[in-house]
């Protein structure tokens, strides 16, 4: 288990390490480990492979130009660039200069995800929590996250109370942080 | 650390970018100053972390890696080391510094100056300070009454009336020396001309009587400056001078 704050030893420390002291193979590496993750997230917002692929691009340009902007202290890499993708591609989406500054984008996670059988196993959980979860709340969750809609809009379209669509996006996330940490 | 709860739903829109306007404004003021918040909004991005995991499709094309890697031959090194995306406001210490620094070389540079100034005048000073010493002692030679004056002339020979001119045409300064000048009468003064180069009419340059030794001396009488000299001479004129030398000459010299 590692919490963000710990001080990293993993490999993806190192080759962001790499990455930093301006080696191509250590991006190469980087993209073999989360190109897909990153691409899957693009595509599922965006329903566009071409339009995911730029997104994937994109990202990965961001970080060979800006190895500094992910603190390896301050998240895992993988959930970091799936949050990343997920805001570039509702920029995307609606048509708009990147709202997001990377450097603010801290992630904070319990469970460690840097392996790829962790990260499937946490999926698992959230798909399983995601099944649970009233369906109100899972929609506004999703639709908030893969839409990129506001809570007002999602009340407009919904029909429900603005307090209430506020509401279950934030049970709806704080539930999957508990699927996770069982 | 507790999260306040009244952010705790606006965290939660915040972190998903949903958040607009005075709210996402003053809910930005509360997170510069709340650690706890700021935790929890952490939480957050990570529980939508855990959301984007969930995701599965197709892995991307194959040209995409090529795409990249090519785009990434592409970018000059320099780029990647030096920019970081950053807020204007948190380079704001770093211009501050440099600025600064600019500021601290220009304050040395000038303080060197005006420190080579204090020095090239302190020398200068000193200097002057000589040569005005050297002329004070001079001057106070040449008028005090109990200097010696001796005037050496061929053994067995009788001393002989003399003077000495020392004069500037550019400025008009003039100092005449004499020794061995016989007494006056009382109604008597001996009279300095300067005879000029041009013209032949004798400028007075000043009267003088001798001490009891025969000793006497003019000092910068008042001589328009440029005059040049084609001779001096002394004569004997009335008490208080004449305005046209009286023969004979008692001294002549060019």
């Known amino acids: 288990m590692s919490t963000a704050g710990t001080q990293p030893s993993s490999a993806d420390a190192a080759l962001i390490a790499r990455l930093r002291s301006g080696e191509q193979d250590a991006i190469a590496e980087l993209y073999d480990r989360y190109s897909s993750l990153v691409y899957s997230v693009a595509l599922r917002v965006l329903a566009d492979s071409s339009a995911a692929e730029d997104v994937l691009q994109e990202v990965f340009m ?5 190895p500094a902007s992910f603190d390896a202290r301050r998240g895992n890499l993988g959930p970091w660039l799936a949050v990343i993708a997920r805001h570039r591609a509702i920029d995307v989406l609606r048509k708009r200069r990147p709202q997001t500054d990377v450097e603010e984008v801290v992630i904070a996670i319990d469970a460690d995800l840097e392996g790829k059988a962790e990260r499937a196993r946490a999926a698992e ?19 908030a996250f893969f839409e990129g809609m506001t809570h007002t809009e999602i009340a407009a379209q919904t029909g429900e109370p603005l307090g209430t669509v506020k509401t279950r996006i934030r049970a709806a996330l704080v539930a999957l942080r508990r699927a996770v940490n069982v | 650390m507790t999260v306040h709860e009244q952010f705790a739903e606006d965290l939660a829109l915040y972190a998903l970018g949903s958040l607009e306007g005075e709210t996402a404004v003053s809910l930005e003021q509360h997170l510069e100053e709340c650690a706890a ?3 929890e909004l952490a939480r957050l991005q990570g529980d939508m972390a855990l959301l984007a995991l969930t995701t599965s499709g197709p892995a991307p094309p194959q040209r ?20 970081l995306r950053r807020r204007w406001w948190t380079l704001a210490p770093v211009f501050a510094s440099l600025i600064l620094a600019v500021f601290a070389i220009m304050l040395w540079r000038e303080n060197a100056r005006q420190r080579d100034r204090a020095e090239a005048l302190r020398a200068d000073l000193a200097q002057n300070e000589a040569t005005f010493e ?3 002692h001079l001057l106070a030679l040449l008028t005090d009454p109990s ?7 061929a053994a067995q020979a009788r001393p002989q009336p003399l003077g000495k001119a020392i004069y500037m045409p550019r400025t008009g300064a003039l100092v005449f020396i004499a020794g061995n000048l016989p007494p006056l009468m009382p ?10 180069m041009r013209g032949d009419k004798p400028m007075p340059a000043g009267i003088f009587k001798p001490d009891p030794k025969g000793n006497a001396m003019v000092m910068m009488p008042p001589i328009s400056a440029g005059v040049e000299a084609k001779a001096f001479a002394v004569t004997i004129e009335p008490a208080g001078g004449s ?3 009286t023969m004979p000459i008692v001294l002549v010299g060019s």
């Not at chain 2, 995409?64 to 920019?83: C, D, N």
């Open chain 1, 125 to 143: 959980r959230v798909r399983a929590s995601l099944h649970t979860m009233p369906e109100a709340q899972r929609k506004a969750l999703e639709m």
């Open chain 2, 243 to 245: 305005p046209i030398p």
């Open chain 2, 187 to 196: 109604q008597k003064t001996y009279e300095l001309w300067l005879v000029p």
């Open chain 2, 37 to 39: 918040c700021r935790q």
């Open chain 2, 147 to 153: 200097a010696m004056h001796v005037t050496l002339v």
């Open chain 1, 62 to 66: 961001q970080l060979w130009r800006h």
């Open chain 2, 64 to 83: 995409a890696r090529q795409r990249l890697l090519k785009a990434i031959g592409r970018e000059p090194r320099s780029l990647h080391t030096v920019f």
């Open chain 2, 134 to 136: 050297q002329a004070k």
